[in-house]
Structures are given as structure tokens and as C-alpha cells.
């Protein structure tokens, strides 16, 4: 595992990270005002009000309220209001009234969030026992995949608003010593190989999801893997030879969505004349001409773009299985993810060997989303949280530039409909290698 | 004409009424957070910070840009932006994205408003010529109808909020005295009628609506005009004899979309075992129980609602022009509207003779929104206010317990597709006579 | 009333009307094999076969089963499977169900059809009562209604089919001769007119809908009608002038729908290089060259097209009452309608006067669908024929080119929705003449 | 591979297969009408006549052009009209169309399969290339993949028709004796096992389609196969304990659809108060009492449901990989398919080991459809056979009792979308074995 995730044996350090992580929330939204807050853009986004509460809600269904003696949740509704998924918790608001949610106020919603802290904080006085640390854990990498999803549900809302407003000042200078290297191949030997994690019950440390359990074995066919991801560059050739028109280069559920939304380019690009490549592209920062971006990695693209591109390029995308092999021998680069600032994908260095395993954008794989041999979904209604979306959705892997660094891992498997544009989703390639 | 008209024929006099109708927007929107501005609940809705932002873009747009030598605009995007419907001026935002705008800030909606109303200021310290004055009150006429359609707007708003908030404070305390009289009979007999109004250029008190004119002659039948609305209690028992499963009293259309939608109630009802009469109806004020408010005039009811009932009972919606003939001749009543601040129809008078002509609920007429004989739009842009609508829409007449009362008149057209529920829409019983 | 209706005052008047107009129905499906008779190719067209039972049924259901002693019917599904809409008569399959109606085989139907003649004929062996007469004759309005609807869907049916097969033989060869006079019109003053039929309970010689009752009176303002129908001619000038893009032509409504279908020419025209006029037509003889059609009729439009056009003209539609009160006026003359076997809309003759008021094509109005003053729907499920459609639909008069001859009259009120564009459909052009 | 495929490495055993191919399909349209070949009952579903059509164009498409000297087609517009799926060849009719296609007549449907066969024993009456009788033996297997679509269809159009034909005389008498054994289990190991078949570029008697290529090696971890397949008793008791009602049994998007479809059993089962179980079921021989169908293994199970189901019981499905390893081992038996007669699953035999795993059911795996390590699909228009449904699809194995015994085999590999129902597909459970 490439990454290191701090310490938390103890509960001291356990809270340490507690406010690290709700803390790095709060900066987050920072820079949004409270209209901000509210919008909800697309059926696959929340407005960020609502991540602000539902992260909180987490600590107390699953932490608070079990394992905290006399603990009062901050408010009665909000056992129900901001369950987002839960079924065996109860009733819940439909996904799409979550716009609707004006009051509470956000100052309730604040308030929510102290109440919580201050519960835990109260907690973890004391040693907690495992399964509380372990749930404790578990909040927090969920409240990152709630960090994750505020950078992307702003962009979206952003670019919806027809004033395309930016989350952060001005754009970045274009980098225009950065030259993304040659893209080359990296070569696996075929063999049996471990993938995903043991469950390690008294361990808070090795934190991993229960769909990347149990660890097992794959088989794998020898094959190479590029060295870094597919640039905008790379895919406007694509774009420009007519890729969106050729029906052969597209897996039929693709061609049918293309056609029928009128797809020709990613998400967040958009035909402007004032550029030298036509096009601009939608970033955290506003709109930036493809011009300084063409060096970066292209993001924001479905599985279904990853693939035809792929196709057209004479390649395929990588196994999950094949990804994860490869990332555990990958050597740890400065990776490109949300705490750099950046929040847009950056060009690959002048290295060699495999480069940007991490971050910049989520790797769409060819692997669909189930569930491993012998997996089991965690207990009771946290058994929800992966097990249920197995199936019609695209593993993938590797974290985007939006992505805390101490969240992601090699065994971490995002999963996605091969239809999703909304996340930082983008494509490396992969090749068979002569058996 | 019921109701008078304020003097506005000196510019002193203009600016003094537009002064009260601009305040008294901002008195609506005083209880509601920056928050509750940014929720559009329905695809009829829009968000109450876009109101507040385009009812000053419509002076803007036809007064000041027009007649204000040397207006500088607030802002160069906002002449797109916050466009309702007027094509001959543009490309504007599709209605659903009017959810995104969190950015321009509500402070700048504000500063918009203080801007637009500063330069009608300076426009109003000279007299201004007679066309000026005339886009002025069309103006407030507008910004009258959006404050019903703040009020209706945010109802929906609240209701939709899982929490379902009261848009002001407890409810009002049931009015046990107020026991709606019987349902009389006011006789109408058969003749040719006027109908509508004379344009008239060169008058600003006067004003009616193009939709309005011209004043034209109408052979009417003779006829009954029930002398109050239908209650909740008689409504109850449309309900509660089946009246929603009897496929015999509804128009096709209606029978459809009851069975698709699942109607089974006016909207805003509930079912509540906790009352006695199994009801709740969600008010301004919130939830109250049907049992305090059976006598009131029953409300929210779709065009096939009120005609389904009508038809129970042996009646029959009016016409807009006997409903129009018939108003013409009705005694001035204490109209509830919206400066009551009822906020909710309330119970008719121990009267006799016509009443609740004005206020407490829209009654549906039989009529199809048409153009009148020799009916011309206005000149150019606004031309589309209202001609454009003449199809699919039924005729609702009188003013509701949210229409400000010097906005309506006998001669007023208000009109909607005939599945509409969020107005405060009811309806008054009428017969043929015999001939 | 133009046209005469055949004396049926006697039984065997009656029968022998009865055994003209059921075999004009098998006439009429004589060139369709019974695969053709199964398609169904939109919402508002029913498989042919449907049609030939459904007449039937309508026989059995409301003449045979009340009025012939001792009657057995055909086959007891029939009653339920066979029923359109009359929901007083209990469940019936939905619609869209009808093209699954292989069995039973087509046989069987036109088993169903000798068996009700029989039936019949034996009925009127005696004097009928009065009630059962007027049945019958009901009974053949409704037949002759289902035989445009006959012709009309097979139009659809086929212009659907990818081979687009014609119905009839060769295309006819172009009426040189034939070139519409020059629009022209005819006044008409002002004055209270009278409108609709008085119903007469005690006569089946003079047969009108109840919607075209009771007989009352209409104020007119002086009008003027155009002396023909609109040609292609005419219309494609309409096309080449951006008819299609401006919205300041069309109702909103009218607008909405033209950009999300992309209409931009009459259903049934395509684009078509090898004519002169850059257009092909579909008729009910396969595809012919607007080159040879430009001089008839424009036809096969919606409401909204309709109404766009005399907008776009500086005209307008006439309403049903102008229409009708003219119609009584005009001169009976050769009336292209479906026993002329043209199916299709010819040229206006080079006469003075109005004409082609009956057949060619439909003729919108700029009425909405409503129930007359006094207006009472048959008894029992009878009243479900016209009345309960009495909503966002408009009339059309005249009857068209598959509009039996002795089906129309100048009363009679056709009705639609306003985006339908299936029947033969056109528009006369009607203006204000100063009052 | 359990089941022998006919030799065919000669000319004339070539064209003897090919004739008895192709008339079964002859055989198995013969009970019906030229109007139920028309019916189009859902868009999974084709009419007949057009499989009858499709199934000759494949081998005039891909046999004859290419491969018999001066072929002449049999209709120029058949080589797009009756093109399914194939981009590469241009343009088609989309699906939804097919229903329209009355013409061409089945009259020149039947003569397209005679012009096509008598080309085809031209073609054989010399030796072909081994490429020639490649794509024979290709189309045959496409023909059987249409008779058993040929018979799912017509199941479904006579369910939709509201009379509800048999498609075969009275059903089977109720097969008393017949009780399936007690479910028992079958111990497989772990280890590498290879899957899948080596593409034979010289062998015609060897076939598989390019999916099931190239055999590969994958890891298998103990696991344990059901003898049999679950019963319609079984899945009673599943429904009976509120199985559709129970959120924490199903995938979430599983959850969704019978929400939304309101599913509470499999399709074709309806509540029937006149049997004793309190359902009957839809067969191709009528409704049937689920009374004598008990024992019978459940069918038109959606993954979804097969996914549930297994969850409640505890266990799970199999992976397509387990199923084809022990696919290999299994004994032949005597399996009930479309050659049976049968049309319908029959109870599992009183035997002891695996059984069932050919024929009765399609049984929905736990592995989505993606390409093997090293896939390539067919080069050419051939390659959008299979290759590009490899998303949002689930693999079934095993064949159902419509499918022709001839045309299955241990790798080979049908697959659906999850939600789809209307083939004949079930299951058998499977469970992890202890490590």
C-alpha cells in the first residue's frame, strides 16, 4: 500500500485525525455562501448543505448513538432527514427533495456539526473500545468521500449557473514547463496474484471498505500497463478524428447514450472560437482554454469514452485486478490530490516507470463492479454501504485530484455507472503482452 | 369595477404607488432566509430570489432602458439572465436552471433593486411622458402578480420541505363564530352583454391587461350564480362519497391524470388520524387541522377537481363572461387578500347576496383562455406577456387571499392549465336558469 | 345545412342506409391484407382490425343488446374487448394494447360483423321505436366516423413502414388545370346569429351530436372569410420565410412543441432534392413530388402550425361560430370527401364565392372545445361520446377529403388536441372587418 | 462439452444440418397466424415474421454476398430493412419500427427463406472454404438463438393480449409423479482451472462464438452448486415471507425496479383465487394452476430476483466460472429442451448429482458480461455480434426448455440485462465452501 494512513491507535491520535478531517470540510465550503449551498444540480449530486449534515448524521447513527452512554441527538428529524441510503434505518426524503432543504438553517446545520464534535471529542476522553474506533474510522473515510463529492457537486452546480462562476480565484498560470513524457509501457509477467484485503478485525490502522475484501486470488494474463494517463492532447485527437461518429468504436449501451444526449466531447468542454484548439474546458477556477490544458490529464470523461477511446487508440483499459497489482509496485510519487490545491488534473513529470497511480483523476477499469469471492457485507444496516450497489456499475481506481491524500490506496475500489461524467474520471491504458 | 384604482396621474402620485408595491414585495419575502429564496419545488415554481430579480429586470428592461436618458444598466448579464419568457429579446435561462443561481448573491439582487429603484426615482422627478407612466404601472401590475406568485411559490416550497415549515408564525386561531352560510342563488337573466374593456391610450388609471380588451358584446343565457365558494366541509363530502374514483363526473383528461397521479384530495391535504374529520391541510402557517377550517373555502383545486364537483352536485362551473357580468354588479364585500394577512381563504359572511367575488380562492371558470374578438397583443416584447398563452388554459377569475387587492377588477383574466393545483384555485357553483 | 342525410324514416330506409354504410367500411379495408390491418403506428391510431369490431361492438353494445329481443351476443369477451372508452360499461384493455389483438383472427371479426348485420337486419324487419332508430343511425355516424379514422391511420400506418407502401394504385397525374383562383373574401356583419341544433327526440332524419346542442345564440362582430383553403403552395412560402423559426409567430405552447419534436414542415413532407420544390409529400398514393401538389390544399398540420401561419399571413382563424354561420350561407358545391376517391386534397375550382367549405381538409378553428350554453351529454354511457373530452382540444369544421359526404354538415364539431397533425388538417384564413 | 454437436465437415452433412435448422423454425412458427407474426409486445421483443426475415438476411448478408458467385439478392431494400444491430453495414429501421412492417407480405417473407435456402444448397453443392462454412454453421447457431427468441416473443405477445391464446393446445397433464428430490450440495475445490474455448480457425464441428474465446485460466476458490434448480415452491415461500418487501434482500437498483414496477412475483404469474397456492402462471400452453407447476423450477426471474432469492436462502450465485467448471464434470443428462417439447421447465429427476444443467432455465450468474483476458471479436461487421453488449449485462448459462439441444454447451455464454425477465431464466444456488 503506497500510502500511509496516520496512526490512530491511540484515542488521542484517533481524535487528532477526527479534527483534521472535519476540520479540512469546513475549509472546504469555505469559500461558498450559503445560496451556494443549496444548489443541487444534476440527479447524481446533493446540494453541499447536505454533505455538511449527512457526514454529521453518520458519527451520530453509527458512532454516537451506540457507543456513547446518554447520548441526545442534536434534533429528532435529522435521524431520518439526512439518512441518505440506509433502508434498514428506516424511511427517508427522496434524494431530489434534498434542494428543498432550506430549513433546517444552515446555523442548525453548524450547530449540528459542533454538537457532533463535541460528542466525540467527550468520547475519545477515554480509550474507546475497537468496534467504536473502527466506526470511528469508518466516518472519517466517509466524510472523505464527502469531501470528494462537494468538490464535484459545486463544479457541477457552478457550471450549471449560466454565469459559470469559479470556486477559487483566478486560474492557475499555465505550466508551461510541464510537457507531459512520452507515454511508454510498463510490463507484468503473468501469475497468480493477491488482490484486496483481509479483513483485520482488531486493526484500526489498516482501514479498508468491506468491498475490498477478502483478500484472494486472481490469475492474470501478462500484461503492460502505460506509464501515465491519457492526456487532453492525446484525447482531442480522438474527438478530431471523428470519434464520437464511429459507431464500431463504441459498446453499443455507449453509442446509444451518445447519440441520445448528443455527447461530442467530456463533460465541462465546451466550443470556443477565441482558442487556438477550439475548446475551453470548465474547471474549480472557471473556464480555461484547452490551450494550457492540453498537457493535463483528460477528466470528466464516462466508461464509455474511456473504452472507445481506448479502442481507438489500439488498446483497452486494465483489470481492476490488473491496476491493483500494478499499484502495489508502483514507487510513491507526489501525487495530485485535493490537498495540493490544484483541483484540476496536472501534467505528468519527466519520470520514467509508472506515474500518477494516484490521484489527478479516478482510472476507469474494464472490471465490473461485484463483489469478491467470499465477500461479505459488513453488519447490520452499514452492510448498506457498498454491498447493495453491486451491479451495472464500472470499478475505479486510483483517486482524483479532489481526492484526500490519506483516503486512497491500492486495494481502494471507487465504482461508478459506466454512464458517470460528473466525477474526475478519466482513463490510463493498458495492452496485452505477448503469452 | 369593485374595487378602485390609486390615483397615479401626476408622476409624484406614480412613484408614491410604486414605492408601496416595491416595499411591499420586500415585507413578503422579510421572513424567509437567503436559503428559502434559492428553492424552486415544481416545475411551475421559480425560486423567490429570481422574482425579487426579475420583477426589477421588467422595469429595467421596459421603462429605464427606454425612457431614462442615459440609464446605465445594472449589470450587463442580468438583461439574459433574469429574462422570463420574452423571445423577441433573446436567448434566456431554461426555467429549471433559475435553482442554480446562488451566484449573483442576494446581496446584489438587492443592490439591483435599490439601483432600479433609485433611477425610477430620478425618471419620476419630471413628469414622464404618457407611455413611460403606462410601462410603470404595467410594471407594479407585474410585480403584483409575482408577489402572489412569492406566496404560492414558497407555500410549495415549505410543503415539499420534509419538515414542512411555516412560512409565519402559529396558525391563526379558529374563527368559531364563522359559520359559512347556506349556498344561495343570485339569478341572472338572458341578454347581449359588454365584456372587457376599451383600450385607452392615454389614460395610466385605468389599467387593465391586453388579454383584457377590447370590451366587446356577449349573448349570455340566463343563469344562477351560487352567492359564496364551496367550502372544505362540502368538498369533504365530494371526497367522501367517492368522487375521485367515479370515472362518470370527469372530463377524460382529468380522469387521467387523477389515476397517474394518484389524486385523491386537493393538494395540501393530508391524511390525519389525530383529527376529526381524518384531514390535515398544510397552510401558510402550516399544518391545521381540516376541522378548523371546514367552513373556508376549499382551495388548491385543479380545473378538473372543481369541474368534477360541480358536476356531483348537480351544477356547473359559470363562464368568464356571466362570472365577469355577474361581478359587475356585486356589492363591494371586505375582500380577504393578501394585506388581510390571513394568508388562507377564510369563511364567507352571514350575508346575502353575491360574496367572496374577490379574494380568499381563484374560482376556475368554464371558460378556455382565448383571445377576445378582435383581440390585438401589445406592441412588440410585450406582446408575449400574455397573447402567447392562449392555448390549453382555463380562465380563473376574482383574486385570491395572496392577490394584492388594488391588482384585481371584474374585468381581470388570470389563467392556467387546467391540471393546476399550486394557486390558490377553487370554485363557485352556477346553473342555467330557465329560459 | 349543405348536404342532405338520406331519408331513413322507414325500417327499410334505415336498413338499406345501414347496408350502404357497413359495406363502405369493407370497401374501404378491401385493399389491406391482414398483417396490414394489425399495425399500430401511434397513440392516437387503433389497428384497422380494431376498428372493424369496434363498430361492431358499438352495434351490439348500445342497439342489438337494449332493442333486439332475445339477442345473443357474438362472443361474450367481445363486450369488454371491443369497448373504446365508455367507462359507465366497466374495464376495457388500454389502447396501446390493441396491437397485440392477433386473436382473435380477422375472421372471427368479420364473423362478428355478419353476425350484427343479421341482427340487424332482423331488428328492422318490423318498425323499429324511435329510440332504437336513433340508435342505429347513431350507430352509423359512429361508423362513418371510424372510417376517416380508418383511412387516416392506415396513412400513418404506412408512411411508418420503412418500404412507405401506398394504399391505392399509381399516384393520379397532376391536374395541370388545376390552379387555385386568387384568395379572396367574403364578408360577413355583425349581428346575433344562431348556433347548433335544437334536439329533436321524435326524428332520426335530422342526426346531430350532442355537443352540437342546444341550438343558441352567438354575437358576431363583423368578420371576413378567406373564399378557399390555404395551399402548399402558399404554406411552403411560409417554410422558406423561417415560419418555422420565429417564435414570435407561435403560441408558447405551439413553440415548445415544434422545438422538441424538430418539426419543420407538415407531418407527411419530406425533404426531397429531386424536385423542383426541394419537397416530397406522403399520400395515401405513396410519395408524390410537391411539384405536383403545390396548388391543393396544405394539410396534415397542428393547431399551432395553423394558427402560426395566418399569424405570420397578418390573419387569423376563424372561430366555430363564424365558421358555422358562414357555412350555413355558402352555396353547396362538388365537395372533394371521401367517395371521390381522391384521398387527398385537390385544388380549389376557379369560381367566386366561398368554397371548399366541406371536405379537403379540416379547417381549425381558434375555438376551444367547450360545451354550448345548456348543454346536456345523452343519458347513460352515450354521454361519454363527446362530452367528457370538453378540455384542451379545439374544433375543426368542415370534414376532409375521407370524411364520408353524408357524414358532415355545417353544425357538425370536429375536436383535437392542438398538436395533432394525423387527420387531414388545414386552415382557412378569417380576419376582422371594421366594426 | 456435455453435448455432442453434429458433424458437419462435409458439404452435404453442412447442408443437411442447415435444412434441418432451418425447419424447425418453419415448425415452430406453424401454429401461427399471419397476424401473430405481426404482434411487437415489448422492446425486448421482435415479431416473428421479422425473425423470420432477420435469420435469411444473416446468411444472405454474410454467406451468400461473399461467398456464392454471382448472388443475386433476393431484394435490394431487404439488406437494410432486416439488418438488426450491424452499424458497420449502414443504416437500419430502428426496432420499435418492426411492428410496422405489414409489407413486405409474409407471402414474401416465405419466399426470401426459399430464394435464400436455394442459394445456400447451390453454395454446398461443392465443397465451401472452410471461411463459407464458418459462417453457415454461424448462421445456423444464429437461427437456434432465434427460435428460442421466436418463442419467448410469441409467449409474450399472447400474454399481452388481453385474451391470453395458448400457443399449444391444453396443457400438459399435471406430472404427479414427478416431486423434485431434496436439494443437496456438490463440493468443488480450489484451484486454476481453464475456462472457455481456443478459437479453431480450421474447425467448423468445434463451434463457439468469439465470447467464449480465448480459453484462459481463472482461480477458483472452493464452492459448493445446488444439485437442482429452485422451484416455483421454493420461491413461494420467498414471496410468502414478504421477500419483495424486504429492501435489505436486494441490490439497490434492484430495489428500485420492483418499486417502480410494482413486482411481487416473477412475470407472468397472477393471483388466482381459484387455486389452492393462490397464483396460476402463463404458459406457451395457457394458464396453468402454479397447483401443478410446483415442483416445476421457477422461471422469468429477473437477476434481481434470482439475487434475492439466494440471499434470503442464505446462499448465493454461482460465478459463471464455478458454473462452467462444474458444467464439465456434470453427467450428461436427459435435458428438457425446445426439442422436448415440453415449452416449459419440468421437475428435476429423482437422481442424485448435478442435473438440470442443461435445458428448464437460463440461470443467472454472478459475474457481469465482459470480455476474456485476450478477447478479440470477429473481424468485420461480425464483430458487433457479441463484443459490444459487454456492459451492464449478467452472463446465464446452461440453456432453457426453448432452447434448441444442438445449440448449447458448457462455455456458452447467453447474457441480459438484470432487470429482464422475459426469457426463460432461473436458478440454481451455490454457496462458498469452507477453505
Same mark, same amino acid.
Given at each position: 500500500?503506497?500510502?500511509? #494512513? ?18 479540512a470540510t469546513m475549509q472546504l465550503v469555505s469559500p461558498l455562501s450559503p445560496e451556494d449551498l443549496?444548489v ?8 453541499v $448543505?447536505?454533505?455538511?449534515?449527512? #457526514?454529521?448524521? !453518520? ?37 431530489? %427533495? ?14 449540528? &456539526? ?22 470511528? =474510522? ?12 462537494i468538490a464535484?457537486?459545486i463544479k457541477?452546480a457552478f !457550471?450549471? @449557473?449560466?454565469?459559470?462562476p469559479a470556486y477559487r480565484g483566478p ?21 497468480? =496474484?493477491?488482490?484486496? =484485503?483481509?479483513?483485520?478485525? @482488531?486493526?484500526?490502522?489498516? !482501514? ?27 484525447? %482531442? ?32 468542454? &465546451? ?13 474549480l477556477h472557471g ?48 501525487? @495530485?490530490?485535493?490537498?495540493?490545491g490544484?483541483l ?16 489527478? =483523476?479516478?482510472?476507469? #477499469? ?19 454501504? @457498498?454491498? $447493495? ?30 454512464? #458517470?461524467?460528473?466525477? !474526475? ?11
Open positions: 500500500m503506497a500510502l500511509p #494512513t496516520p496512526s490512530t491507535t491511540t484515542a488521542a491520535a484517533l481524535y487528532t485525525r477526527y479534527r483534521a478531517v472535519r476540520q443549496m443541487q444540480s444534476c440527479p447524481e449530486a446533493s446540494p $448543505k447536505w454533505h455538511l449534515a449527512h #457526514t454529521s448524521w !453518520f458519527f451520530e447513527t453509527f458512532v454516537l448513538s451506540e457507543f456513547l452512554a446518554g447520548y441526545r441527538p442534536f434534533h429528532p428529524d435529522f435521524r431520518w432527514l439526512f439518512n441518505s441510503y440506509y433502508n434498514s434505518l428506516g424511511e427517508m426524503p427522496e434524494k431530489k %427533495l434534498r434542494s428543498s432543504f432550506s430549513r433546517p438553517p444552515l446555523e442548525a446545520i453548524f450547530a449540528y &456539526r459542533a454538537h457532533v464534535d463535541g460528542a466525540i471529542e467527550s468520547l475519545l476522553q477515554h480509550p474507546a473500545g475497537d468496534e467504536a474506533a473502527r466506526r470511528i =474510522v469508518l466516518g472519517l473515510e466517509h466524510e472523505q468521500q464527502h469531501q470528494e463529492l464535484t457537486d457541477h !457550471f450549471t @449557473n449560466p454565469l459559470h486560474a492557475f498560470a499555465k505550466p508551461e514547463a510541464l510537457i507531459a513524457p512520452p507515454l511508454e509501457w510498463v510490463d507484468f509477467s503473468a501469475g497468480l =496474484v493477491e488482490i484486496g =484485503v483481509t479483513p483485520s478485525p @482488531n486493526s484500526i490502522d489498516a !482501514f479498508a471498505f468491506d468491498n475490498e475484501t477478502p483478500r484472494h486470488r486472481v490469475y492474470l494474463e501478462p500484461f503492460r500497463l502505460a506509464t501515465r494517463l491519457v492526456t487532453c492532447a492525446e484525447y %482531442l485527437a480522438f474527438i478530431d478524428q471523428n470519434g464520437y461518429n464511429r459507431p464500431e468504436l463504441w459498446l453499443a449501451e455507449g453509442w446509444s447514450i451518445i447519440r441520445s444526449e448528443s455527447w461530442q466531447a467530456p463533460l465541462y468542454w &465546451r466550443r470556443d472560437e477565441a482558442t487556438n484548439s477550439g475548446w475551453s474546458i470548465f474547471t473556464f480555461q482554454s484547452l490551450d494550457d490544458l492540453s498537457e493535463t490529464p483528460v477528466c470528466h470523461l464516462s466508461f464509455f469514452e474511456a473504452d472507445a477511446y481506448a479502442r481507438w487508440a489500439g488498446f483497452r483499459l486494465a483489470s481492476e485486478f490488473e491496476w491493483e497489482h500494478a499499484a502495489t509496485t508502483a514507487p510513491p510519487t507526489k501525487a @495530485n490530490m485535493l490537498e495540493t490544484a484540476h488534473p496536472t501534467p505528468a513529470h519527466a519520470l520514467s516507470g509508472l506515474q500518477q497511480i494516484y490521484g489527478d =483523476v479516478w482510472e476507469w #477499469t474494464a472490471s465490473a463492479y461485484t463483489g469478491y469471492p467470499g465477500y461479505k457485507p459488513l453488519p447490520g444496516a452499514l452492510g448498506e454501504y @457498498n454491498g $447493495k450497489f453491486m451491479s451495472s456499475q464500472m470499478v475505479l481506481r486510483g483517486g482524483s485530484c479532489v481526492t484526500p491524500a490519506t483516503h486512497i490506496r491500492a486495494t481502494y475500489r471507487n465504482f461508478f455507472s459506466p454512464a #458517470t461524467r460528473w466525477q !474526475f474520471s478519466g482513463l490510463r491504458l493498458a495492452q496485452d503482452a505477448p503469452r
